[in-house]
């Protein structure tokens, strides 16, 4: 699970630390051997995510999320199909892809593909991604919206997470779902969503 704040305006350490502790099932978790909420927050103050992981699976271990490199703040769920695909088209050999969960694989595909990469790559994915150089924040799900994420723009700032409703609620007022197959692109204060994904038989 995961959660993530844009602002040019500022994200505080206590505002997604906040939304930390909104996420679901974290007592279960925790009583799991859950690690400590991973949180990042930009030193300009622009960006800010969290991520709990989820250890269901056996490379599950393998995910240290958020993602961050001089370019790139990365955080997501996945649950990539063709992987080997995927690796050879990457330039990554098999030591390395033996070291690397599906969320580490999907950051290297955005790296590379950018806003094409919902359409490159094949299973289960919500991710929200952000760019240093530019301080656009690009987000998407998977064709079937398997893994949903949910977003609100308030106060200036657009909030992300990974978690469904509880009992009808959400963790903030105006929460929107980014619906399967669509992107959002955030920058300067400024939202765009379209539909990435096409229904073959809407082509024919």
């Not at 505002?15 to 400590?36: F, Q």
């Not at 961050?68 to 080997?84: G, Q, Y």
Request: glycine residues 8%; charged residues 25%.
């Amino acid at each position: 699970m995961f959660a993530a704040m844009a602002a040019a305006g500022g994200c505080g350490s206590h505002d997604i630390t906040a939304m930390a502790a909104a996420l679901p099932g974290r007592s279960e978790l925790l009583s799991r051997g859950d690690p400590a909420h991973a949180v990042w927050v930009d030193d300009s103050g622009a960006f800010a995510a969290v991520c709990r992981g989820l250890c269901w699976l056996p490379e599950d271990p393998l995910d240290t999320q958020p993602g961050v490199d001089p370019e790139l703040i990365f955080v997501c769920r996945a649950r990539l199909h063709a992987r080997a695909g995927l690796l050879r088209q990457l330039q990554i050999d098999a030591p390395r892809a033996a070291t690397l969960s599906d969320a580490q694989i999907l950051r290297q595909c955005y790296k590379r593909w950018r806003e094409e990469t919902p359409q490159r790559v094949y299973g289960d994915f919500a991710f929200v991604a952000w760019e240093r150089w530019s301080r656009r924040t690009v987000a998407a799900t998977d064709h079937l919206g398997n893994f949903p994420l949910f977003y609100c723009r308030t106060g200036g700032r657009i909030l992300f997470a990974s978690q469904k409703p509880v009992h009808g609620r959400t963790m903030f007022k105006g929460i929107e779902v980014l619906h399967g197959g669509h992107l959002l692109v955030h920058h300067e204060a400024v939202v765009r969503i379209e539909k990435w994904w096409r229904d073959p038989e809407e082509a024919s």
